[in-house]
């Protein structure tokens, strides 16, 4: 994979953030390596459709691995423009900007056709308590608030204002702004054939906001209109940001706006009329929280009326060097704040953009390839495991019914399930797993992997540079794009200077060598735990493979019965000497608890279209193919290939057994697996363990915050103090900051809910959250937590 060039020492020049500087001779000895060296016209293919779902729009791909290039958004030169000279050299980035094609965006007549729905009509009268044959111009003062949300539109030129003071303000904040070309074509001919196209990607920072407009301004393709996740406080910046596409809902409602009763009306008419403009739409999708998907419902619940044709949905894949930090409340002080420190901010690396294959949202919906028929909630699914009423667990997947907000979502929790409810789901999950799929990992993302799960106890610079070179190759491997390129020496020292607040970077008088430790700080493990987050998701069957693994193995061990655990040293963080597994572990316990644990992840993680089984066979067989797990050949009176051995094996079947077949002379014997041996394989495992340690330690603390915590409680307050509890928790043991996060706590809460652990109810006051009295029990509570710590590595 990589290209060996020359011996020679490299130079690896210190990182002067706001610490002693170190010498500029210190030199780590390694050879002169590309990363990496396939990247040329040979990437991976990423962004295409689900084959299982959309198979045709699949096949509208430009062709078999074509590669067209990528784009940097922030290098403009005169030959953008039609221009030449040394004039156009010095505001070429003003020629380009006013030769970009804006696409018209009308507004005449809106506030009526949006009126003229009767689902409006209907919140109107509930609203004014009148009956429903009323005046509607009586009705209008009620929409008074809801005015500059229905009237939003796109102003020509002062997009084209704000799309050159963003292009100069991102050369401030970032080196690059890569845009992959792959897709763009088919981009252009879908927006030609009629389907309004609808942009979905992960919301990470309010910049994620400005960038897919950006792009798309740049590359005359139609500026959608984007739903703006955060609160504005500011007026101006609202009557600005709503003249260039922006949706804001009203400015005195809160941020949960979108369960408000007349809202949700009004927001459904509202995208109904965009669609029918053929407005592009840009929507941002949050993990935890599931912000975003009641737009998604909207757009799926007019195709199914018949309002709208059909929309291509695009995810989208935004990677950065360094995601931006944002204030959840944008003000006018805030935002003058922030462009004063563009002037001395050092450049926070380069960012990633993927724009995947479009597909029809109403093939997705309507062919019935898309299925949701085996979903249930968690509980039915672990809580006879838990309590041991069965041995198996039940076959199903886990309903995620709060990825889609609802003012009722409490109380439907103890009602049937809705079908086109779990469908939306669906669409939701699928959005959240391609626009992960196709985002590139970037250099800081694979340093602070290995930080954070091989080495952080600390590593020397030499053999970072050699896990960066591996994992590369395993990413790649996995048909997995990365975001950088250039010598082995230039990605590992461009990534430690932008994670060097986070690092302790040092070196001994009497070495050569740099080495690297992670700050056991919250911030910092926080900050690593973010840009980690990509290579779990693409190492997630590995991951819950090595947690399956290694919770057989220490079942094996504290039982001591029939097996035999051999090794020079184990301490738990380092192996030395040869380690001998002589331990076999059954394929029917392995899947058996890989489909448990699958049920546990997290929203995004799990592909949406295969089904839990078949995610957890993929998860056993990873580890075969990656080395860990080898299968234990079973002696034989015969060789498996010689079938004529058999008794009666060759004999004709009857012409009414049309379902007999002669293969199945015998049942499938079980398959059983074992270690392997080389001692590198134990290291790989512990290290693809840590990678859902996180996860799982949130949930194991959360339930024992549960004894502590008097219930019942609002919302806020309960996640405030699960919270408090995590981060005291980790303060304590001074390590294992990132299960004490914002997004682990609630993602373990939730997890709960679904377990059946925790009671939602909903009254005047809001949610109340509290602990049902199965679990008010200590014992069960204990059950509870030795099920989930089974799979966590110490």
Same mark, same amino acid.
């Given at each position: 994979?990589?290209?060996?060039?020359?011996?020679?020492?490299?130079?690896?020049?210190?990182?002067?953030?706001?610490?002693?500087?170190?010498?500029?001779?210190?030199?780590?000895?390694?050879?002169?390596?590309?990363?990496?060296?396939?990247?040329?016209?040979?990437?991976?293919?990423?962004?295409?459709?689900?084959?299982?779902?959309?198979? @045709?729009?699949?096949?509208?791909?430009?062709?078999?691995?074509?590669?067209?290039?990528?784009?940097?958004?922030?290098?403009?030169?005169?030959?953008?423009?039609?221009?030449?000279?040394?004039?156009?050299?010095?505001?070429?980035?003003?020629?380009?900007?006013?030769?970009?094609? &804006?696409?018209?965006?009308?507004?005449?007549?809106?506030?009526?056709?949006?009126?003229?729905?009767?689902?409006?009509?209907?919140?109107?009268?509930?609203?004014?308590?009148?009956?429903?044959?009323?005046?509607?111009?009586?009705?209008?003062?009620?929409?008074?608030?809801?005015?500059?949300?229905?009237?939003?539109?796109?102003?020509?030129? *002062?997009?084209?204002?704000?799309?050159?003071?963003?292009?100069?303000?991102?050369?401030?904040?970032?080196?690059?702004?890569?845009?992959?070309?792959?897709?763009?074509?088919?981009?252009?001919?879908?927006?030609?054939?009629?389907?309004?196209?609808?942009?979905?990607?992960?919301?990470?920072?309010?910049?994620?906001?400005?960038?897919?407009?950006?792009?798309?301004?740049?590359?005359?393709?139609?500026?959608?209109?984007?739903?703006?996740?955060?609160?504005?406080?500011?007026?101006?910046?609202?009557?600005?940001?709503?003249?260039?596409?922006?949706?804001?809902?009203?400015?005195?409602?809160?941020?949960?706006?979108?369960? @408000?009763?007349?809202?949700?009306?009004?927001?459904?008419?509202?995208?109904?009329?965009?669609?029918?403009?053929?407005?592009?739409?840009?929507?941002?999708?949050?993990?935890?929280?599931?912000?975003?998907?009641?737009?998604?419902?909207?757009?799926?619940?007019?195709?199914?009326?018949?309002?709208?044709?059909?929309?291509?949905?695009?995810?989208?894949?935004?990677?950065?060097?360094?995601?931006?930090?944002?204030?959840?409340?944008?003000?006018?002080?805030?935002?003058?704040?922030?462009?004063?420190?563009?002037?001395?901010?050092?450049?926070?690396?380069? &960012?990633?953009?993927?724009?995947?294959?479009?597909?029809?949202?109403?093939?997705?919906?309507?062919?019935?390839?898309?299925?949701?028929?085996?979903?249930?909630?968690?509980?039915?699914?672990?809580?006879?495991?838990?309590?041991?009423?069965?041995?198996?667990?039940?076959?199903?997947?886990?309903?995620?019914?709060?990825?889609?907000?609802?003012?009722?979502?409490?109380?439907?929790?103890?009602?049937?399930?809705?079908?086109?409810?779990?469908?939306?789901?669906?669409?939701?999950?699928?959005?959240?797993?391609?626009?992960?799929?196709?985002?590139?990992?970037?250099?800081?993302?694979?340093?602070?992997?290995?930080?954070?799960?091989?080495?952080?106890?600390?590593?020397?610079?030499?053999? *970072?540079?050699?896990?960066?070179?591996?994992?590369?190759?395993?990413?790649?491997?996995?048909?997995?794009?990365?975001?950088?390129?250039?010598?082995?020496?230039?990605?590992?020292?461009?990534?430690?200077?932008?994670?060097?607040?986070?690092?302790?970077?040092?070196?001994?008088?009497?070495?050569?060598?740099?080495?690297?430790?992670?700050?056991?700080?919250?911030?910092?493990?926080?900050?690593?735990?973010?840009?980690?987050?990509?290579?779990?998701?693409?190492?997630?069957?590995?991951?819950?493979?090595?947690?399956?693994?290694?919770?057989?193995?220490?079942?094996?061990?504290?039982?001591?019965?029939?097996?035999?655990?051999?090794?020079?040293?184990?301490?738990?963080?380092?192996?030395?000497?040869?380690?001998?597994?002589?331990?076999?572990?059954?394929?029917?316990?392995?899947?058996?608890?890989?489909?448990?644990?699958?049920?546990?992840?997290?929203?995004?993680?799990?592909?949406?279209?295969?089904?839990?089984?078949?995610?957890?066979?993929?998860?056993?067989?990873?580890?075969?193919?990656?080395?860990?797990?080898?299968?234990?050949?079973?002696?034989?009176?015969?060789?498996?290939?010689?079938?004529?051995?058999? @008794?009666?094996?060759?004999?004709?079947?009857?012409?009414?057994?049309?379902?007999?077949?002669?293969?199945?002379?015998?049942?499938?014997?079980?398959?059983?697996?074992?270690?392997?041996?080389?001692?590198?394989?134990?290291?790989?495992?512990?290290?693809?363990?840590?990678?859902?340690?996180?996860?799982?330690?949130?949930?194991?603390?959360?339930?024992?915050?549960?004894?502590?915590?008097?219930?019942?409680?609002?919302?806020?307050?309960?996640?405030?103090?699960?919270?408090?509890?995590?981060? @005291?928790?980790?303060?304590?043991?001074?390590?294992?900051?990132?299960?004490?996060?914002?997004?682990?706590?609630?993602?373990?809460?939730?997890?709960?809910?679904?377990?059946?652990?925790?009671?939602?109810?909903?009254?005047?006051?809001?949610?109340?959250?509290?602990?049902?009295?199965?679990?008010?029990?200590?014992?069960?509570?204990?059950?509870?937590?030795?099920?989930?710590?089974?799979?966590?590595?110490?």
């Amino acid at each position: 994979m990589m290209q060996e060039k020359s011996d020679k020492d490299m130079i690896l020049p210190a990182f002067q953030q706001n610490r002693p500087a170190l010498s500029w001779e210190m030199k780590m000895k390694k050879r002169l390596m590309t990363v990496p060296a396939c990247l040329g016209k040979f990437r991976p293919t990423v962004g295409q459709c689900c084959h299982q779902c959309t198979p @045709d729009s699949l096949r509208k791909k430009i062709g078999p691995n074509t590669f067209i290039g990528f784009h940097n958004l922030l290098s403009v030169k005169e030959t953008h423009t039609r221009y030449r000279g040394w004039l156009v050299r010095r505001v070429c980035c003003v020629l380009f900007v006013s030769g970009c094609k &804006v696409y018209a965006s009308p507004v005449s007549n809106r506030l009526e056709r949006v009126c003229q729905s009767n689902s409006v009509k209907e919140a109107l009268s509930a609203e004014q308590k009148a009956p429903e044959g009323s005046e509607s111009r009586g009705q209008l003062s009620h929409l008074s608030s809801f005015l500059p949300l229905i009237n939003t539109s796109i102003s020509t030129g *002062l997009l084209r204002f704000l799309s050159w003071l963003l292009l100069k303000m991102f050369s401030s904040m970032f080196g690059s702004i890569q845009v992959n070309l792959n897709h763009l074509p088919a981009l252009h001919r879908a927006s030609q054939e009629g389907s309004p196209l609808v942009y979905v990607y992960v919301h990470q920072s309010v910049v994620d906001c400005a960038l897919i407009p950006l792009v798309l301004f740049c590359h005359s393709l139609r500026v959608p209109y984007t739903v703006f996740p955060l609160h504005i406080k500011s007026s101006f910046i609202r009557s600005i940001l709503q003249k260039v596409g922006v949706l804001l809902p009203p400015a005195l409602m809160k941020q949960d706006a979108e369960t @408000d009763r007349l809202l949700v009306p009004l927001t459904t008419s509202l995208v109904r009329e965009l669609l029918h403009e053929g407005q592009a739409i840009s929507v941002s999708l949050t993990a935890e929280s599931g912000r975003g998907g009641q737009w998604l419902a909207c757009i799926r619940q007019l195709i199914k009326e018949g309002s709208v044709p059909d929309v291509s949905l695009v995810p989208v894949g935004i990677s950065y060097d360094c995601v931006p930090k944002t204030n959840t409340q944008v003000g006018l002080s805030s935002m003058l704040r922030w462009l004063c420190s563009l002037l001395w901010r050092r450049l926070e690396g380069n &960012v990633r953009i993927d724009l995947a294959q479009p597909f029809s949202l109403k093939e997705m919906c309507e062919s019935g390839r898309c299925r949701v028929d085996e979903w249930l909630p968690l509980q039915d699914l672990l809580l006879p495991v838990i309590f041991n009423h069965r041995t198996d667990s039940v076959v199903g997947r886990r309903r995620m019914s709060w990825l889609l907000p609802s003012p009722h979502y409490a109380s439907e929790l103890k009602e049937p399930a809705d079908p086109e409810r779990d469908l939306s789901t669906a669409v939701i999950l699928h959005l959240l797993f391609s626009a992960a799929s196709c985002s590139a990992v970037m250099s800081t993302s694979l340093v602070s992997s290995l930080l954070l799960y091989r080495h952080h106890k600390g590593v020397s610079a030499s053999a *970072l540079c050699r896990d960066v070179a591996w994992l590369t190759e395993e990413l790649l491997f996995r048909n997995k794009d990365v975001g950088f390129g250039g010598s082995l020496e230039e990605v590992v020292r461009s990534a430690l200077s932008l994670l060097a607040p986070h690092l302790i970077i040092a070196a001994a008088p009497s070495q050569k060598d740099l080495f690297i430790v992670p700050c056991p700080s919250l911030a910092a493990t926080l900050h690593l735990t973010l840009h980690a987050q990509m290579v779990t998701h693409t190492f997630i069957l590995e991951a819950v493979g090595a947690c399956v693994v290694s919770a057989m193995l220490c079942g094996v061990v504290c039982s001591g019965i029939g097996n035999r655990v051999t090794s020079d040293s184990v301490d738990g963080e380092r192996v030395s000497g040869d380690i001998e597994f002589d331990v076999l572990l059954s394929e029917s316990e392995l899947t058996e608890r890989a489909l448990q644990l699958s049920h546990l992840l997290p929203p995004g993680f799990l592909p949406p279209c295969q089904s839990s089984q078949s995610f957890a066979l993929d998860a056993i067989d990873s580890l075969v193919r990656c080395g860990i797990l080898i299968m234990e050949e079973i002696p034989r009176d015969f060789p498996i290939c010689d079938f004529l051995k058999r @008794d009666n094996y060759l004999s004709w079947a009857t012409s009414d057994e049309m379902y007999h077949s002669d293969c199945n002379v015998e049942e499938q014997e079980l398959r059983s697996y074992k270690i392997s041996h080389p001692s590198q394989y134990p290291e790989m495992l512990f290290f693809l363990c840590r990678m859902l340690a996180g996860h799982l330690r949130a949930l194991c603390w959360t339930t024992a915050a549960l004894e502590l915590i008097h219930t019942p409680l609002p919302e806020s307050e309960f996640m405030a103090q699960i919270q408090s509890y995590l981060r @005291d928790t980790a303060n304590n043991k001074k390590q294992n900051y990132e299960s004490c996060s914002q997004e682990a706590a609630h993602t373990a809460v939730r997890s709960l809910i679904d377990l059946g652990v925790i009671s939602e109810q909903r009254q005047k006051g809001g949610v109340f959250l509290g602990v049902v009295p199965l679990f008010q029990l200590s014992e069960n509570r204990q059950k509870l937590h030795g099920f989930i710590s089974q799979y966590l590595y110490n």
